[in-house]
């Protein structure tokens, strides 16, 4: 009997010695601003870049509470380290574009209806399909508060290496529009986790579940959803087969390059997709110009910079992958076509190539050369010209010109020789670039 009440004894004196930390207060999660998402577009692509944590060192971000586990096992919280949880790091990066939290990213948004690139499965190339994303989202860590229960045994206090808790975090997002090379939201929303359950790596999985949360409600906000939302309209495949020609009427031939320069540099654009730049030029006073498909790849949307620094927005209209040529609509009420001249060129006939070689910094960079031969792609058996006019990536879709100064065909690939250019470079002869598009000069 002695022995019984002794034992009951140090037992409540080893239950007096708890943790007495009372949990911090959390503010929940507000439900303003969240709508029903509706219908979002397949063509805005997103993928998730990484996530910042800019709290600063030596805040309290927490408390390692007393009592018990919730999840009703009895075991005590914290029973040897009671007191508040201050962030040690300072400003870090947390995750990239491989981290565990673009998993998270993509795993909660996804089933919200969102088109996330950036599949983990996919081994090979997938940089190049990140880089394709219409929209690039970056998270930015403002604030974490937790009450967190790491867990010793109920009988003797001894630490079991799991943990319990709640925990709110602040995540302000950023859109990133890669047509328009900025960011065209911020956008804030909490996140809140209550878990009972007994875990390894207890805190690391509230925050994950926690940040799972805030990426959910980004998912349900407004002014997210206004940015995805489908217009309705169903986008128009894109073929090479099509129903009717375009006809464009016949602009009258240059004369001399040399003077009508300016009136070129004016016709000719800079063309911006999502995995890049590269360049065009107008065929029409309504708009029309063309580029490579390969520089507009399967985007309905593009952007184009005119040679004043303006940009506007553009429509892949028509596209031919085979050829590697597509035919955009550039928004604008009026614009300068460039003379396409279908006379038959031949070997050391002058040339000129204009275009934004590397760097859209380097837009309207004009070249000259000469015909070096005529070639058949080994593919597609379809016919190239060869000159030694320098082009270089940026250069796509630029126009090709005689020495008067008129289209005879479209800037589109180079030959090299380790990372060096040889000055061997291809190009679509514009007469079957038109028929391959089925546009019409007359």
Known sequence: MLLRVTLLFLFALFLSACNQTQPIKLDMPSNEGEVVIGRISEDNTISFEKALVTIRRGDTIGAYVGGRSKAGSGHLCNYFNGGNITWGSGKITLAGRDGELSGVFRDTMAPLGYTVVGDDSIVFERENELNKAKYRIAARVTEIKANLCKLNHWWDGRPINKSNGEMTIDIEWSIYSSLKRETISKIKTRGYID??????DGFLMLFMDAFADAAERLGHNKHFVRIFNDSGQKSKPKTIHFDSSITIPKTDLFT???SNLKSIQDSTLTVRSTSGHGSGFFISENGYALTNYHVTGTAEDVVVKLSSGIELPAKVVRSNKIRDVALIKV??????????????TK?????IAIGSPLSESLQNTVTKGVISAFRKDEDTNMPLIQSDVSINPGSSGGPLLSKKGNVIGISVAGYTKGNAMTGANLFIPIENALKSLRIQIQ
Not at 195 to 200: M, T
């Open 256 to 258: 001399s390059a040399d």
């Open 195 to 200: 878990n009972s359950e007994e875990r390894e």
């Open 347 to 351: 070997q050391l006939d002058e040339v």
């Open 331 to 344: 928004a604008v009420t009026k614009s300068n076509p460039l003379p396409i001249d279908f006379t038959k």
